[in-house]
């Protein structure tokens, strides 16, 4: 059982990665394998309409016909039982790396077709995992949360089934006193990441729990 996370965060030991590590972890104590991948260690681009996926009889119809840093990771996906998303909020949605290959991951799957319906060769379990600076309650009223659904419901399409975690009001700096950050309260983001970030991580641990048990059923 292989069980694959990406993170769309350049930041390799903060929020993001941090939750995404913490599910890979509760999938290898179900006996997974494990593998954790940093999009912004790629050089890649995101689809480029050239439509080789929906050519009829093409040699790359169903699948990504782009060569570029993305390709293996892709591949790896594909061969994944379980896949786990993980990225920050930026300007109300998932970052630019991640919409990329969020582009290119599902869109040779998608058929335009009545219904646009999905050629996935298998189903398996998914998640996507997210942090944002904001609290629970802007996040609400940006409407974070209906790019969150949306996402989620791409990915269900496409795979079969999709659950998000949504880590809110996260500690940006270690010291916020070097950045132009005065909306935040420093003493009270320090305080939520030692005593409500750790209960993100173990809700991210049983999500990855959770995508093991079902990718082995």
Request: charged share 20%.
């Amino acid at each position: 059982m292989f069980v694959l996370a990406v993170n769309g965060s350049p930041r390799k030991k903060w929020n993001t990665a941090t939750l995404l590590e913490h599910a890979l972890k509760g999938a290898a104590s179900k006996g997974a394998q494990t593998e954790l991948v940093h999009l912004y260690d790629l050089q890649y681009t995101g689809c480029t309409s050239c439509f080789a996926c929906k050519k009829i009889g093409g040699k790359s119809y169903g699948r990504c016909a782009v060569k570029d840093g993305l390709t293996p990771l892709l591949a790896r996906a594909a061969e994944a039982d379980a896949l786990i998303l993980g990225s920050p909020v930026y300007f109300r949605a998932e970052s630019g790396a991640m919409r990329s290959f969020m582009e290119r991951l599902m869109f040779p799957y998608l058929t335009y077709t009545p219904g646009y319906q999905c050629i996935a060769p298998r189903k398996i379990p998914t998640a996507f995992l997210y942090s944002m600076n904001v609290p629970a309650e802007h996040m609400v009223a940006a409407g974070v949360d209906r790019a969150i659904e949306a996402s989620r419901q791409y990915l269900e399409r496409v795979f079969g089934s999709c659950e998000t975690l949504a880590s809110t009001d996260t500690l940006q700096f270690t010291d916020y006193s070097k950045y132009l950050s005065t909306a935040w309260d420093p003493v009270a983001k320090a305080k939520r990441r030692k005593e409500v970030f750790p209960q993100d991580c173990a809700r991210a641990f049983a999500i990855g729990e959770r995508l093991a048990q079902q990718a082995g059923e």
